[in-house]
């Protein structure tokens, strides 16, 4: 049974840094593409990172570029989103998923496993 479980969430002020984690069990994320999107309330699913299958090539929104960084370990099984001069409008549950074509979208469909989400607040 496949399980994304993410962590590192919190309440933190504009301008400070946190870093997610998203641990999985169930596959190796070196065969899988993962992405870590974002949902606020009443706000649809947006993307946020994406790293591809090698490991080679990262993606990320316009609104977060330059600040966030993702990242992958292999040996942990893990992959992590660095997240630094956070604004208040980067307040949202972040999600992190596996998508076991490889390739790293901006769509969230495409992805087919699905963590539980972690609660990210800024405050201003």
């Known amino acids: 049974q496949v399980q994304l479980v993410e962590s590192g969430g919190g309440l933190v002020q504009a301008g400070g840094s946190l870093r997610l984690s998203c641990a999985a069990s169930?596959?190796?994320?070196?065969?899988?593409?993962e992405g870590w999107f974002r949902q606020a309330p009443g706000k649809d699913r947006e993307f946020v990172a994406a790293?591809?299958?090698?490991?080679?090539?990262?993606y990320y929104a316009d609104s977060v570029k330059g600040r966030f960084t993702m990242s992958r370990d292999t040996a942990e099984n893990t992959v992590y989103l660095q997240m630094n001069s956070l604004k208040p409008e980067d307040t949202a549950v972040y999600y992190c998923?596996?998508?076991?074509w490889g390739a790293g979208t901006k769509v969230p469909r495409h992805y087919d496993y699905w963590g539980q989400g972690t609660q990210v607040t800024v405050s201003s």
């Open positions: 169930g596959l190796t994320f070196g065969g899988y593409a």
């Open positions: 998923a596996a998508d076991k």
């Open positions: 790293i591809n299958w090698s490991g080679g090539s990262t």
